[in-house]
């Protein structure tokens, strides 16, 4: 079966994220693979080895041609990269990604497309059924085990109250949550083998897409400001030396919990 | 001045209309004139005054595809009427299938969406969106320059639900059919068996991270949770570990809380947590890490081991309750 996960590649985590002048968020430093995109990348690695053949091909769509997060898929194991790469699409929101990514995707044909519920950054959340919705393909969000069963694909979705089966026939876009498999770390021989792995890269004419489509102008939303959420001050801090249990138990009985 | 037409996707299990997209009706009362409010699946009388009484004034009940997921049945349904109505703006609750519908929705009509929004203020005829950025850490005002209808996802517990009764028209459409997102079927529903009030609804939680250490010590929380008659909550990474079920996760990707008392027991507040919770009105926060986020929103900070605090303030407890 043939794969497609999308990887977004994003300012490191660790370090504070901030906002460039025109109110998007700062890339200009090294940019690394969403780790909630590691979750999709061994499910589609353990579905094409559970089916006995097939390719896990990564698509990503970054600044400066920027690629050390599909070397890492491509380190645990996938077998091909598609980078978008293209100054047009600084400042693109999350349907005009999405637009990238499905006439990226939609090149070649896919069983299955696989991405994260949502990136770690920006966390919209939409752009996976965008994805689906532009490809005309079904799609299962929120996937906590996926299977699949001869053309047909099964999943536990998490819902409210607990979770549903729901089955879907392919090819589909299935968005898989943190936890729904372990991922791999890449081995030595991975990250070696993953320098000479395939990795296409597109412009934006490449898939036909001009660019009042995509970036700024084709986001058609502005932000006007943006400033600090309403601190909370931080109140008493005590060390606890044994007894710090009372100040627990005296703040509920002030504000009346026990 | 306001708007004219507002449509909110309002979602109903076991025969409830659910708290958030009451309050989303309740803002869109607020800020339009004529507010349709959109059911997918059966909805009783009980619905229908349900959201009346909070201002809606139409209903469009949406049946025949009952076991496709109700998120791309609302979109299907909402993009084939949106040229005929032409709504200036459609309001989605931040939930698994408000995230699915404004999604597709978004794609089929060619308009962007603003996501995690936590406040929304009218402005000549539109709305300026205050929308979460960066874990909620800070806000950022944005507007659409696409042309209606604009779509915003909107966090729970973002507006108060207010009572404002309107009269109101229901219409019941059969979904028809809305393409490969049909073939989507659930077959099984499971639900994950919980005591005690609702994390979302309950006036106490408890939460538990990292910090205890070990999955078989979150009974502390839930004994002291059960103690306070409150619920039990979790942070994303114990989660992921599998020591609680999703249910229980408090923070960007799970439940949003706004209990009296949040105590937090071994977490370090992540910005992705902190945004679920930090709209508690008193926060207690147990922590070993002196320099854990955490302590710069609580009002009493406990530095100190979870493992050894938290079993004295259940005793504690339990002799102060006899």
């Known amino acids: ?258 | 001045m306001g708007l004219s037409k507002i449509w909110v996707l309002a979602e109903v299990a076991g025969g409830k209309v659910s708290a958030a997209s009451l309050e989303l009706v309740s803002a869109a009362a607020r800020f339009g004139d004529e507010v349709t409010a959109f059911v997918v699946g059966e909805a009783g009388g009980g619905v229908e005054s349900s959201l009346a009484g909070f201002g809606a004034s139409r209903l469009v009940v949406i049946t025949g595809l009952d076991s496709c997921l109700p998120g791309s049945v609302a979109a299907a349904v909402m993009a084939a009427r949106a040229a005929g109505d032409q709504p200036e703006a459609i309001f989605f609750p931040a939930s698994y299938e408000g995230r699915d519908a404004a999604g597709r929705l978004s794609a089929k009509l060619d308009r962007p969406v603003i996501t995690n929004v936590v406040n929304l203020n009218p402005d000549n005829g539109s709305l300026v969106a205050e929308h979460a950025i960066f874990g909620g850490s800070q806000i950022a005002l944005s507007r659409f320059t696409a042309g209606a209808p604009a779509i915003f996802v909107v966090r729970p517990k973002s507006f108060a639900a207010e009572e404002n009764p309107r009269s109101i028209t229901t219409e019941t459409v059969a979904a028809g059919d809305i393409g490969a997102a049909g073939a989507v079927k659930v077959v099984a529903s499971h639900v994950e068996e919980r005591t005690g009030p609702k994390l979302d609804e309950a006036t106490v939680v408890v939460a538990g991270g990292r910090g205890l250490g070990q999955a078989d010590k979150f009974a502390l929380i839930e004994e002291l949770a059960g103690l306070l008659g409150g619920a039990a909550g979790a942070t994303r990474a114990i989660v992921d570990a599998g020591w609680v079920p999703y249910a229980y996760q408090v923070g960007q990707t799970g439940k949003t809380v706004k209990p009296n008392v949040y105590i937090a027991c071994g977490i370090s507040g992540a910005t992705q947590h902190m945004v679920g919770m930090k709209g508690a009105k008193n926060i207690i926060a147990i922590n070993k890490d002196a320099d854990a986020p955490i302590f710069s929103i609580a009002d009493l900070g406990i530095v100190g081991d979870v493992q050894k605090v938290l079993p004295a303030v259940i005793e504690a407890v339990k002799v102060r309750k006899g």
Request: hydrophobic share 40%; proline share 4%; aromatic share 4%.
């Open chain 1, 1 to 258: 079966m043939k794969i497609a996960v999308c990887v977004k590649q994003i300012p490191d985590p660790a370090s504070p994220q901030k906002l460039d002048a025109s109110y998007n968020l700062a890339r200009d430093g090294k940019l690394i693979m969403d780790e909630s995109d590691s979750y999709g990348v061994e499910m589609a690695l353990q579905l094409v080895d559970a089916s006995g053949s097939g390719e896990v091909v990564v698509f990503s769509m970054a600044p400066r041609s920027e690629m050390s997060g599909i070397r890492n898929a491509l380190a645990m194991g996938a077998h091909r990269g598609v980078l978008v790469s293209d100054d047009a699409l600084a400042g693109s929101d999350a349907l005009s990604t999405a637009k990238v990514l499905a006439k990226a995707i939609g090149r070649e044909p896919f069983d299955l497309v696989i991405a994260g519920t949502e990136s770690s950054d920006g966390y919209t959340g939409t752009l996976p059924v965008q994805v689906a919705e532009l490809l005309g393909f079904a799609s299962v969000t929120f996937a906590k085990k996926v299977q699949v069963d001869g053309g047909s694909l099964k999943v536990e979705r998490q819902t409210e109250a607990g979770y549903d089966e729901v089955v879907s026939p392919l090819p589909a876009v299935v968005t898989v949550t943190a936890g729904v498999v372990e991922p791999r770390y890449p081995s030595f021989k991975g990250i070696m083998g993953a320098k000479s792995k395939p990795v296409e890269t597109l412009g934006i004419g490449d898939l036909g897409l001009t660019a009042a489509e995509v970036g700024k102008t084709g986001a058609r939303e502005e932000i006007s400001e943006v400033r600090e959420a309403e601190a909370r001050a931080a109140g008493t801090v005590v060390v606890d030396e044994g007894d710090a249990f009372n100040k627990v138990v005296e703040y509920l009985e002030q504000i009346k919990v026990i």
